[in-house]
């Protein structure tokens, strides 16, 4: 790549590294999923994340911002600068900048509770990816927990193929938009062409193509058309990570370790690798190794986040009510036929709900569970709450008399089926955000620093990214505690007379389409996690 060209690109990934806001690595996330493989990691209060591959700095400030209680330290080679700035600019005063060398396996660092590299491990050389690994070894707290992102081979090696198969067009003086402008015309082309043409040589890719089509432009650069990537065997990575002394437990997702998904003769092949009472660690591992290798293979996995501790460290086995009661849950499910209402759901005799995984119930109690953590996405709640909020349900349904302990008890149950599933998610800590309004509604400073900076999203204290319009930046970007609803709305109406932008509302009268989207926005806003008063 020429040196102009690659300062193109570098340029545009920045702008693209922004939208990398990945909830799945949070302190609380990652807390619970350690205690759920028997390792607990420190309290958040005063615990120390670092983050080798912090991009342009959004992803690590919406961390901050949700964990005030965390020391966030960006480690990244090339985006100290920017991450200060942002950091600065959206008041996180829980953010930290170090320098760090992979090609000298230098860092100048502490040790930290949580570290997580995401995205770098596929971007480096082999002799950087050792150094990232000997640096988490050096650098993590003897009771710390730290998660890898790495491509999987064979899971990617369909994105290999369909990579060569778009390159041959692309042309390399474009500019990285370019490249995947003409990317996804000709994924959208060859995908036609496979479809009208059942013998092609490339119908086993159809499936493929059809995910890289979803994608954002970000993730298709990534997936595709980024020179940089290279797939791991995960073999290779279990070698790697246990000559830099450090152990592999698990994934961030569950179900990518589960082995009830692999079909029944491959789970027998693992259980017979199961090892005896008090077996050396290398034994564990083997079994491990094992499992993922099958599924990568049965579900075509493409990227894992691999959670890795010291290699001397053994599991603690962890009682089911210790478990459940040290965990907060959200759901990531909901429910199959989104036309269905509170009342058809207590109504039906059966209802499935969807998402990592599709789940059949008959049981009321499970059907109003699984319904309230569908409203409440972005906010974790524990085991007695839920159960409070399930019964109080339950009465406004005219359900009485539903005994306190078969709540509980059936909730318990619905837990420890879904967390291996990933269907339900675990946390260490709730959501600072405020689902409740105040007179004058405030929304949280980085989402305010984001929404005035003219952004296409903004960052969810859960964390997340949220997307949003020109009316919802409008709105949004006055939600500073100054103002009550009555003054935004009047100001929006001016704006909407003034021809800045249109509502997409029927009602019938400018100040009605107002009212409507502001009440509509400022719901979204609260239930997406945005707002802290």
């Not at 992102?149 to 369909?162: C, K, M, S």
Request: overall charge neutral; proline content about 5%; some cysteine.
């Amino acid at each position: 790549m020429k040196p102009d060209q690659k300062a193109r690109t570098e340029s545009a990934l920045a702008g693209w590294d922004d939208l990398l806001i990945d909830p799945a690595v949070s302190p609380s996330r990652l807390a619970a999923r350690a205690l759920m493989l028997g390792y607990p990691v420190r309290g958040l209060n005063g615990s120390h994340y670092l983050d080798f591959d912090a991009g342009a700095g959004a992803g690590l400030v919406a961390q901050a911002a949700a964990f005030p209680e965390v020391v966030f330290t960006c480690a990244s080679p090339d985006q100290s600068t920017s991450v200060k700035s942002f950091a600065l600019q959206a008041r996180a005063q829980n953010v930290e900048v170090r320098d760090i060398n992979l090609a000298r396996f230098q860092a100048d660092i502490d040790t930290h509770d949580f570290i997580v590299a995401n995205d770098v491990f596929a971007t480096a050389s082999t002799a950087e990816r050792m150094a990232l690994l000997v640096l988490t070894k050096q650098h993590l707290a003897e009771d710390g927990i730290a998660c890898i992102g790495i491509d999987v081979f064979p899971g990617g090696r369909q994105r290999d193929e369909l990579r060569e198969l778009v390159l041959q067009e692309v042309k390399a003086g474009d500019t990285a938009e370019d490249q995947v402008a003409r990317a996804r015309e000709n994924l959208r082309r060859l995908a036609t062409d496979i479809a009208a043409d059942k013998t092609s040589k490339y119908a086993y890719l159809l499936e493929e193509l059809k995910q890289l089509l979803r994608e954002n432009d970000a993730d298709l650069y990534r997936d595709v058309l980024d020179p940089r990537r290279r797939t791991c065997a995960i073999e290779d990575f279990f070698a790697m990570a246990q000559a830099a002394k450090l152990q592999v437990v698990g994934d961030v997702d569950p179900l990518k370790t589960n082995v009830e998904i692999l079909p029944i003769d491959q789970q027998e092949e693992v259980r017979k690798q199961t090892p005896p009472e008090g077996a050396p660690e290398r034994a564990r591992q083997g079994r491990l190794l094992k499992t993922c290798q099958l599924i990568d293979l049965q579900t075509n996995v493409r990227h894992r986040k691999i959670l890795l501790v010291h290699a001397e460290r053994s599991p603690v086995k962890t009682g089911t009510a210790d478990l459940l009661d040290g965990l907060l849950f959200t759901s990531m499910l909901s429910r199959q036929d989104p036309r269905m209402t509170d009342a058809d759901l207590l109504q039906a005799q059966q209802v499935v709900f969807e998402g990592p995984v599709r789940y059949q119930t008959a049981s009321i109690i499970e059907i109003v569970t699984l319904a309230l953590l569908e409203q409440n996405k972005q906010f974790p709640v524990g085991m007695s709450r839920l159960a409070m909020h399930v019964i109080t349900a339950l009465k406004k349904a005219g359900v009485e008399n539903v005994p306190t302990d078969r709540v509980t008890q059936t909730i318990a149950k619905l837990c420890l089926k879904l967390l291996p599933m990933g269907a339900l998610v675990g946390h260490k800590a709730e959501t600072r955000a405020a689902r409740n309004l105040q007179k004058k509604p405030l929304l949280s400073p980085l989402a305010l620093h984001q929404v005035r900076l003219g952004q296409d999203y903004i960052a969810s204290l859960s964390p997340h990214r949220v997307n949003v319009d020109a009316s919802a930046r409008f709105i949004l970007s006055r939600l500073d505690g100054t103002q009550n609803a009555e003054q935004v709305i009047t100001e929006l109406v001016r704006a909407v007379a003034n021809g800045e932008f249109e509502l997409a509302s029927n009602e019938p009268t400018p100040e009605a389409r107002a009212h409507a989207t502001f009440a509509r926005i400022v719901a979204h806003a609260a239930r997406s996690g945005l707002l802290i008063g």
